[in-house]
């Protein structure tokens, strides 16, 4: 599924069944809420593009458990928190894009030591310094 700005709600808890599914990209919807932790069941899932939505809350743990995910595409969202260690977990991981987001902290040292990963883009702030602390980041 693509752009769609009419479509409007929320991703059901009941989307952690969808356990075939290998792709789910929903960008620039007008997806609200907060990404429920059954996400972390769609264990064959290996591209998630959420972006340019108003999803907001923590990122789940449980996407941790998403072990052939490649491609994570949360930016340009009302999330908050911190990006949970779990994510370190995702062993094929490549592209992760989560700037335009209310992060803080860090991004976990993990995550750069993902050996698959090419590309990690969050904020920057006006001076191009990293708005979240990252050893292996690029500026969005």
Do not use: Q, W
Not at 13 to 42: D, F, H, Q, R, W
């Amino acid at each position: 599924m693509g752009s769609n700005p009419g479509l409007v709600g929320t991703l059901p808890t009941v989307i952690g069944e969808s356990v075939k599914t290998t792709e789910l990209t929903i960008p620039n919807c007008n997806l609200y809420g907060s990404l429920p932790e059954a996400i972390g069941n769609m264990e064959n899932l290996n591209h998630l593009d959420l972006s340019r939505n108003k999803i907001s809350g923590t990122l789940p743990d449980e996407l941790g458990n998403l072990s052939d995910m490649g491609i994570l595409i949360l930016h340009s969202n009302n999330l908050t928190g911190t990006i949970p260690e779990s994510l370190g977990n995702l062993g094929r991981l490549n592209v992760f894009k989560i700037y335009g987001n209310k992060l803080s902290g860090s991004v976990p040292d993990s995550i750069c030591s993902l050996k698959r990963i090419t590309e990690i883009e969050i904020d920057c702030n006006e001076s191009g310094n990293f708005t979240l602390a990252c050893n292996c980041c690029v500026c969005r």
